[in-house]
Nanobody
Framework: QVQLLESGGGLVQAGGSLRLSCAASGRIFSNYNMGWFRQAPGKEREFVAAINWSAGSTYYVDSVKGRFTISRDNARNTVTVYLQMNSLEPEDTAVYYC?????????????????WGQGTQVTVSS
C-alpha cells in the first residue's frame, strides 16, 4: 500500500520557521524523485521544490529560493523528505503536498507525479 504522509504544518508568525516531513512507504521510493507543492485557497496547485532520488540535485521556485530547503533520507523501507521553511511570509500560506515521481529528472509539473500525500496546512500570520 502506497502512502505519503505529511506532517509538521501549523500556524506561525511571519518571519518564523517550520519543518515539513513526508514519510513515503509502499514502494521503493529511494528510486523516486520527490517534490513539494502547495495550494492556496482559490488557486491552482503550484510547484515549490524538488529533489532527485540521490539528493544530488534540487530545484526551487524563485519565490522560495534562499528561504526553503528540501532534503531526503533514503532509509530501507521508508523514505522521508523534508522541507525546511525559514523566513516565512503570509504569501506562503497554503496546503503543502508531498509527491513522488518515478520518471527521469526533476519536474515542476503536477501531472508528472505519480503519488501524492493528503497535505498539511501551513498558515503564516502577519
Amino acid at each position: 500500500q502506497v502512502q505519503l504522509l505529511e506532517s509538521g504544518g501549523g500556524l506561525v508568525q511571519a518571519g518564523g520557521s517550520l519543518r515539513l516531513s513526508c514519510a513515503a512507504s509502499g514502494r521503493i521510493f529511494s528510486n523516486y524523485n520527490m517534490g513539494w507543492f502547495r495550494q492556496a485557497p482559490g488557486k491552482e496547485r503550484e510547484f515549490v521544490a524538488a529533489i532527485n532520488w540521490s539528493a544530488g540535485s534540487t530545484y526551487y521556485v524563485d519565490s522560495v529560493k534562499g528561504r526553503f530547503t528540501i532534503s531526503r533520507d533514503n532509509a530501507r523501507n521508508t523514505v522521508t523528505v523534508y522541507l525546511q521553511m525559514n523566513s516565512l511570509e503570509p504569501e506562503d500560506t497554503a496546503v503543502y503536498y508531498c509527491a513522488a515521481r518515478l520518471g527521469y529528472g526533476l519536474s515542476i509539473r503536477v501531472y508528472e507525479y505519480d503519488y501524492w500525500g493528503q497535505g498539511t496546512q501551513v498558515t503564516v500570520s502577519s
